[in-house]
């Protein structure tokens, strides 16, 4: 039998591929610009950033017993809101920002989540494991 992460993957996959096919045949009829076609498509990959990103804090701990398991999930959390907001952004910096700028904001705002996630994962590695209290 088929994970449940697999169907949701394989359905947002099949919801992507046909929004792209729908702006390309609307591409084609003349209904949008190609410009707009791209920016679309654009617009597309940003938006699923944002919804694979709200699965991240859903994902179980590894460890739920182990004294860093509530870093961790925190940890998740912030990356599932960075990646969430960064993946608006691209969509949003691909839709309505000049051409020229579109491209750095959209990579920009992915960066800067992945920047702040990996700073945030070495503070927690570096902080000093809590004591038990007796």
Known sequence: MI???IVQGLALGAVMLAAAAALKLAGHAGLVSQEMVGRGGQAIVGLMLAVYANFIPKTPPAA???PLAHRGQALLRL???AY????????????????????TLSVGAVLAAF???LGCFV????????TPTS
Do not use: D, E, K, N
Request: net charge positive; with cysteine.
């Open 3 to 5: 994970s449940r992460p």
């Open 64 to 66: 739920v017993s182990h």
């Open 79 to 81: 990356t599932g809101w």
């Open 84 to 103: 969430t907001v960064a993946g608006l952004i691209y969509a949003a910096a691909s839709l309505f920002a000049p051409l020229g700028l579109s491209t």
């Open 115 to 117: 920047v702040l996630s």
């Open 123 to 130: 503070w927690i590695c570096v902080q000093r494991r809590p």
